[in-house]
């Protein structure tokens, strides 16, 4: 079985940095079942591409613990050739380093997103072409799929359940590593050894943040851990705990400071207000809440403790049908494309860019202009040059603990124009609060419409 990573991020050859493997040489590794071979095909400036190739013994087939429905299986199958649990394993032994996201020499490339195209010749995936898409499309990629027949000479005979399957997306390597380690088991749905407890406590280790935002994260627990439901039962538990510990414990005392510091100027009624407004103006008829915190307003959010917070406020249990029938919430990420994010009017949100890594804010805007698409988007964010009119916050400080960065107007401006015209948008601009002659407004909205 092959799998080959390209890099055209320049230098591209810094990929082998990350890869611990010299692009001058071919590294051969023993494993139980066979042996690993790193090589890389092609290595220059602006594109370097390396081969894992794992040559299966098919003795171990034979003799291994894997599971096989019948004496002529254990002679005649697929392993050797199709990407499967094998090569997720020789994967995390040959690199283990560049899927933990480490590099002793190079920190900061590990840290980078990259140019990045993954082949793999060979899957099985017996549900289709429909759902490879729906397991990588979500994590930004472009997919390109070819579906190979049963057998060339006899096309009468149709079409098998084997794909090539190319992959492109700018991420860091970790990412990528990690995503086809837990997904390409998942879609062959056939492990080659004993699952036990140990592989529940593998996929949240792998999955983490990304793993419990995918909209068919449970289609992808119960492939990886071959459908033993007791199993993905403890996925799933441990996978939402690390979400919800981390939401209400640390999110509320970060949020009180920010709400305590604004609370003053009763800018979050103001900011409620002014997008409320737009929406009303513009006549939207169906709202989409990305990030919808306690559910001000309506929507989606990443946490589920913060969603049951927001179905409290909203009090669902005691709403009119007519009125509940009009609203949900619902849980998921704002940097992964979801089809349920598809076919609004109109998109908020507020007071939310601020919180996503720079490094995602590329798939933000994917997910929601050129995937989701609403007629218009509504974003709200701090003007950072107003916080210095803030008396209680420390010089340089930012509002809230989870923001990872706050722009001025000119910075906020010039992504939101860059958004509008990559994906045929126009862009107006609006200061929400009381007005400082020098330093603006204390937050900054843009409304995009098509």
């Given at each position: 079985?092959?799998l080959?990573?390209t890099?055209?991020?320049?230098?591209?050859?810094?990929?082998?940095y990350l890869l611990?493997?010299?692009p001058d040489?071919?590294?051969?590794?023993?494993?139980?079942f066979?042996?690993?071979?790193?090589?890389y095909?092609?290595?220059?400036e602006t594109?370097?591409?390396?081969?894992?190739?794992?040559?299966?013994?098919?003795?171990?087939?034979?003799?291994?613990?894997?599971?096989r429905?019948?004496?002529l299986?254990q002679?005649?199958?697929?392993?050797?050739?199709?990407?499967?649990?094998l090569?997720?394993?020789?994967?995390?032994?040959?690199f283990?380093?560049?899927?933990?996201g480490?590099?002793?020499?190079?920190p900061?490339?590990?840290?980078?997103?990259?140019?990045?195209?993954?082949?793999?010749?060979?899957?099985?995936?017996r549900?289709?072409e429909?759902?490879?898409?729906?397991?990588?499309?979500?994590?930004?990629?472009?997919?390109?799929?070819?579906?190979?027949?049963?057998?060339?000479?006899?096309?009468?005979?149709g079409?098998?359940?084997?794909?090539?399957?190319?992959?492109?997306?700018?991420?860091?390597l970790?990412?990528?590593?990690?995503?086809?380690?837990?997904?390409?088991?998942?879609i062959d749905?056939?492990?080659h050894?004993?699952?036990?407890?140990?592989e529940?406590?593998k996929?949240?280790n792998?999955?983490?943040?990304?793993l419990?935002?995918?909209?068919?994260?449970?289609?992808?627990?119960?492939?990886?851990?071959k459908?033993?439901r007791?199993?993905v039962?403890?996925?799933?538990?441990?996978?939402?705990?690390?979400s919800?510990?981390?939401?209400?414990?640390?999110?509320?005392?970060?949020?009180?400071?920010?709400?305590?510091?604004e609370r003053?100027?009763g800018?979050?009624?103001?900011?409620?207000?002014?997008v409320q407004?737009?929406?009303?103006?513009?006549?939207?008829?169906?709202?989409?809440?990305?990030?919808?915190?306690?559910?001000?307003?309506?929507?989606?959010?990443?946490?589920?403790g913060?969603?049951?917070?927001?179905?409290?406020?909203?009090?669902?249990d005691?709403?009119?049908?007519?009125?509940?029938?009009r609203?949900?919430?619902?849980?998921?990420?704002?940097?992964y494309?979801?089809?349920r994010?598809?076919?609004?009017?109109?998109?908020c949100?507020?007071e939310?860019?601020?919180?996503?890594d720079?490094?995602?804010?590329?798939?933000?805007?994917?997910?929601v202009?050129?995937?989701?698409?609403?007629g218009m988007?509504?974003?709200?964010?701090?003007n950072?040059?107003?916080?210095?009119?803030?008396?209680?916050?420390?010089?340089?400080?930012?509002?809230h603990?989870?923001?990872?960065?706050?722009?001025?107007?000119?910075?906020?401006?010039a992504?939101?124009?860059?958004?509008a015209?990559r994906?045929?948008?126009?862009?107006?601009f609006a200061?929400v609060?009381?007005?400082d002659?020098?330093?603006?407004?204390p937050?900054?909205?843009?409304?995009?419409?098509?």
């Amino acid at each position: 079985m092959l799998l080959k990573i390209t890099s055209h991020s320049p230098p591209a050859t810094d990929i082998g940095y990350l890869l611990g493997k010299h692009p001058d040489k071919v590294q051969s590794t023993t494993l139980p079942f066979g042996t690993a071979h790193v090589f890389y095909p092609e290595a220059n400036e602006t594109r370097c591409s390396v081969a894992l190739m794992v040559d299966v013994d098919p003795v171990w087939l034979v003799r291994g613990t894997g599971e096989r429905s019948g004496p002529l299986a254990q002679y005649v199958n697929d392993r050797p050739y199709t990407a499967s649990s094998l090569l997720a394993v020789t994967m995390a032994r040959v690199f283990a380093s560049a899927m933990s996201g480490h590099s002793a020499t190079r920190p900061e490339l590990a840290a980078m997103p990259l140019q990045l195209e993954a082949q793999v010749p060979v899957v099985r995936c017996r549900a289709g072409e429909a759902t490879l898409r729906r397991m990588f499309e979500p994590l930004g990629y472009d997919v390109h799929i070819a579906q190979h027949a049963l057998d060339e000479q006899h096309p009468e005979w149709g079409q098998s359940g084997y794909f090539s399957l190319t992959l492109a997306g700018t991420l860091r390597l970790a990412d990528l590593l990690t995503h086809l380690y837990v997904l390409l088991p998942a879609i062959d749905g056939d492990k080659h050894y004993f699952i036990s407890d140990d592989e529940v406590q593998k996929l949240v280790n792998k999955g983490g943040d990304w793993l419990r935002a995918h909209p068919e994260r449970e289609w992808i627990m119960r492939g990886y851990l071959k459908r033993q439901r007791s199993l993905v039962r403890e996925a799933l538990g441990k996978l939402m705990a690390d979400s919800d510990d981390e939401a209400d414990t640390e999110a509320p005392a970060a949020d009180a400071g920010e709400h305590s510091l604004e609370r003053s100027i009763g800018l979050n009624e103001q900011r409620l207000a002014a997008v409320q407004k737009v929406l009303v103006d513009a006549g939207a008829k169906s709202v989409l809440d990305l990030g919808c915190g306690e559910g001000r307003l309506l929507g989606i959010d990443v946490s589920f403790g913060i969603l049951e917070r927001a179905a409290k406020r909203l009090a669902f249990d005691r709403m009119p049908p007519m009125k509940r029938a009009r609203i949900d919430v619902q849980h998921g990420s704002l940097t992964y494309r979801d089809a349920r994010f598809e076919g609004f009017d109109a998109a908020c949100a507020i007071e939310v860019i601020e919180h996503i890594d720079a490094e995602r804010l590329g798939a933000f805007e994917q997910t929601v202009f050129e995937f989701a698409r609403p007629g218009m988007v509504v974003l709200t964010t701090p003007n950072v040059e107003y916080n210095a009119r803030f008396a209680s916050l420390p010089a340089g400080a930012m509002r809230h603990d989870d923001h990872r960065f706050e722009w001025t107007r000119a910075q906020f401006e010039a992504w939101a124009r860059g958004v509008a015209q990559r994906h045929g948008y126009r862009v107006t601009f609006a200061p929400v609060g009381p007005i400082d002659v020098e330093r603006g407004a204390p937050t900054q909205m843009g409304v995009f419409q098509r």
